[in-house]
């Protein structure tokens, strides 16, 4: 034993022959002694007896909220998918009409919304099922139900595929009902767009009917593992 100050104390282990016990460093399969740590709250010590970053986690990222006015038609994220993220969550709160019409869901390439006949839909309502082959947008499509005028819903949608280059790209999603649709306006949606090519965001809009639309979008991209 040893004074390293006034008050401590350092216990040397001394072999039989006199010489210090020199303990070994810690590794992946020896005990001993633990790496000086790094003095940060980014990594962490492993099996191997390393500091290192925890290998990247999924994680719900926002990327951008836009709250639509008295006079909106359009809601736009055109431009909102990167490669960053492997999906996205898509949601609207408080969604109501200034008139009774149904809103359309469509996703876009290069910004530009797609507007052909390249999607496939399916809705479940606690009224009926429909399917939809070869229409013009996804979510809240031409077969939706109609939203009658200053009745709030909420929706949510999954974008899965967006950076596939052979098309594809798949969603699903839920929406709300409102005391104000008959048989309660709640909804199951899943389908596809299946256009090649990278898709670079996703629209929600009146599809050019008369009147507008409120409510709080936001859309959220899912990190890369």
């Known amino acids: 034993m040893r004074a390293v100050s006034a008050t401590q104390f350092k216990l040397s282990r001394v072999k039989y022959d006199g010489t210090a016990?020199?303990?070994?460093?810690?590794?992946?399969?020896?005990?001993?002694?633990?790496?000086?740590?790094?003095?940060?709250?980014?990594?962490?010590?492993?099996?191997?007896?390393?500091?290192?970053?925890?290998?990247?986690?999924?994680?719900?990222?926002?990327?951008?909220?836009?709250?639509?006015?008295?006079?909106?038609?359009?809601?736009?994220?055109?431009?909102?998918f990167s490669s960053t993220y492997d999906s996205y969550i898509f949601t609207g709160k408080n969604i109501a009409c200034s008139s009774a019409y149904y809103l359309i869901v469509r996703v876009a390439a290069s910004g530009t919304p797609i507007t052909t006949s390249t999607y496939n839909n399916t809705f479940i309502t606690n009224a009926a099922t429909t399917v939809n082959v070869s229409t013009t947008s996804l979510g809240w499509g031409d077969s939706s139900l109609t939203r009658p005028a200053n009745y709030g819903v909420s929706a949510q949608w999954e974008f899965m595929g967006a950076n596939n280059t052979n098309g594809n790209m798949c969603y699903r999603g839920i929406s709300s009902g409102s005391a104000g649709v008959a048989n309660g306006g709640r909804s199951l949606m899943w389908g596809g767009e299946e256009t090649s090519g990278i898709k670079s965001g996703v629209q929600i809009t009146n599809g050019g009917q008369a009147g507008t639309f409120t409510g709080t979008f936001q859309l959220f991209g899912i990190k890369n593992t």
Do not use: H, K, M, Y
């Not at 940060?40 to 970053?53: C, E, I, K, S, V």
């Not at 925890?54 to 909102?80: C, E, H, K």
């Open 21 to 80: 016990q020199v303990n070994p460093v810690a590794t992946a399969t020896v005990s001993g002694l633990v790496p000086t740590p790094p003095n940060n709250t980014t990594t962490f010590l492993r099996g191997d007896a390393t500091f290192a970053a925890p290998a990247g986690a999924s994680q719900l990222v926002l990327i951008s909220t836009v709250t639509a006015s008295g006079s909106s038609t359009t809601v736009d994220f055109l431009n909102s």
